[in-house]
């Protein structure tokens, strides 16, 4: 089933939503042109100037586990939400594009570096070492299984937990990442602009066009609870079979099937997507 959720559900203008995310006490986060949406079968609350948003543009959003929500727009600064309110503006060097949280807070991207960002302000992530991956430009962050933190980023993509990072970068075929995600049993499915690869027991394999995606240039990746894969790209929406990726891998078939539904073409939004707690993505 595919409900759609528009200006009758209360969802303001046309070509206005960026992004969404899950949030922790259930329904979901809205990015759009008009300010920051939260959304749980029928529209609850806006934030945006009326709250003391600086704009009311806001491309991404992230309540943490805390209450607390994160909002980044279209200038150089971080604003933090409590009960309705900005409650903290942090300026940045560079555009922040991505958010995630771990066991000891929220994590931002800021061009091609990591901050750790709360009320109090933003603090570059502490590597072991002093040693930092070399990511060039990051793209998304997502949750590891393990309290870890994935990057994808223009060279590949970054494991970082704990001050430690492991990358897989264009050596290992990985170039152009713009998602990432991890399932719990430790697969890593990884989209970019020429294909989906997976991460496997420290195994990378890759599907492309000729192996039977209707799309290469992939904005996102969202596993369902029935086996398959939900696949956003600039073309629309379609459908993969993790048994038939796995039989594809494996050498059993030649090619992949992927089931195409007719959406709009994602020119304009952010590379988002999520599940809910309730299931639904």
């Known amino acids: ?53 600086t704009v009311p543009y806001v491309k991404r959003v992230l309540e943490a586990k805390n209450g607390d929500v994160f909002v980044l727009s279209g200038l150089n600064e971080i604003e933090v ?3 309705g309110r900005v409650v903290a503006r ?11 949280e771990d ?11 990591l901050f750790r960002v709360s009320r109090d302000g933003l603090v570059p992530y502490e590597f072991t070492n002093g040693q930092r991956p070399e990511l060039w430009w990051v793209v998304n962050l997502a949750p590891g299984r393990d309290d870890s933190i994935w990057a994808a980023c223009v060279n590949g993509i970054c494991r970082v ?13 990985l170039a152009d ?3 990432v995600c991890e399932e719990h049993d430790g697969t890593v499915w990884v989209g970019m602009a020429t294909g989906i690869a997976r991460l496997q027991n420290g195994n990378i394999q890759k599907l492309r066009r000729q192996d039977g995606l209707l799309d290469p240039n992939i904005s996102a990746i969202m596993p369902d609870e029935r086996g398959n894969l939900w696949v956003y790209t600039l073309r629309g929406l379609f459908r993969l079979n993790k048994k038939n990726v796995d039989d594809f891998f494996r050498g059993r078939i030649d090619h992949i099937e992927c ?5 709009p073409e994602g020119y304009g939004q952010e590379n988002s997507a ?8």
């Open 274 to 281: 999520c599940r809910t707690p309730d299931g639904r993505i």
């Open 259 to 263: 089931t195409a539904y007719e959406c």
């Open 161 to 173: 937990k704990d001050g430690t990072f492991k990358q897989w970068t264009q050596r290992d075929g």
């Open 177 to 179: 990442a713009r998602w």
């Open 1 to 53: 089933k595919f409900p759609t959720y528009s200006t009758q559900e209360g969802i303001p203008g046309d070509d206005a939503v960026h992004s969404v995310s899950a949030s922790p006490r259930g329904g979901l986060w809205v990015g759009t042109t008009v300010g920051a949406l939260y959304f749980n079968h029928g529209l609850n609350s806006i934030y945006s100037t009326n709250s003391g948003l």
């Open 103 to 113: 066991s000891k807070g929220v994590v931002a991207s800021i061009g091609w570096d």
């Open 90 to 100: 942090h300026a940045t060097t560079n555009m922040p594009v991505a958010l995630v």
């Open 81 to 83: 939400l409590s009960e």
